[in-house]
T-cell receptor
Framework: AQSVTQPDIHITVSEGASLELRCNYS??????LFWYVQSPGQGLQLLLK??????LVQGIKGFEAEFKRSQSSFNLRKPSVHWSDAAEYFC????????????FGKGTRLSVIA | DAGVIQSPRHEVTEMGQEVTLRCKPI?????LFWYRQTMMRGLELLIY????????DSGMPEDRFSAKMPNASFSTLKIQPSEPRDSAVYFC??????????FGSGTQLSVL
């Protein structure tokens, strides 16, 4: 069965520092991979997605993620964090067959300090 | 486009009462998903529809939960009778095939 593990429940970084959020997945075939962000009281917004091709994908708000098949990972990175990046981040995995539902990790809460 | 619209935003009810959550997907989207979010279990898929047909409801916790999609622009998730452990945020999401998923703002349900 497919699953997603986000090992860090909560991360705190200083504004301007770099960020890496970890994501490991389990999937029987080549997966579709996603990162979503959730601000308090809001739904989830897509940051970026990987379907195929270049394993380094760029997303909105300066985020990027790298797909590493050998490590079953899809870590999210940002070189310089802004206070507005404080939110909950979710990694998700899905299949290639049409509208299959996504399986989400439990999320990583990011706090940004001055 | 107004996005995925969910109502109500907040619902407080007493144990044993019936609760109905509503969702209007984005026009043109042919798939609709109901998720439940809790601190303990994260985001769980409850049920999803393709072209108004329920495809997989294995995530529905028990018979107290039911979902319908009578047409392409409306879906309901009903809990009858509700219990305190049903308290959670319920999200509806929709998409077109192979396109990104759009989420509603969720319904915060509190069962007292």
């Amino acid at each position: 069965a497919q699953s997603v593990t986000q090992p860090d429940i909560h991360i705190t970084v200083s504004e301007g520092a770099s960020l890496e959020l970890r994501c490991n997945y389990s999937y029987g075939a080549t997966p579709y991979l996603f990162w979503y962000v959730q601000s308090p009281g809001q739904g989830l917004q897509l940051l970026l997605k990987y379907f195929s091709g270049d394993t380094l994908v760029q997303g909105i708000k300066g985020f990027e993620a790298e797909f590493k098949r050998s490590q079953s990972s899809f870590n999210l990175r940002k070189p310089s964090v802004h206070w507005s990046d404080a939110a909950e981040y979710f990694c998700a995995v899905g299949g290639h067959s049409g509208n299959t539902p996504l399986v989400f990790g439990k999320g990583t809460r990011l706090s940004v300090i001055a | 486009d107004a996005g995925v619209i969910q109502s109500p935003r907040h619902e407080v009810t007493e144990m044993g009462q019936e609760v109905t959550l509503r969702c209007k997907p984005i026009s043109g989207h042919n798939s609709l998903f109901w998720y439940r979010q809790t601190m303990m279990r994260g985001l769980e898929l409850l049920i999803y529809f393709n072209n108004n047909v329920p495809i997989d409801d294995s995530g529905m916790p028990e018979d107290r939960f039911s979902a319908k999609m009578p047409n392409a622009s409306f879906s309901t998730l009903k809990i009858q009778p509700s219990e305190p452990r049903d308290s959670a945020v319920y999200f509806c999401a929709s998409n077109r095939q192979d396109e990104k998923l759009f989420f509603g703002s969720g319904t915060q349900l509190s069962v007292l």
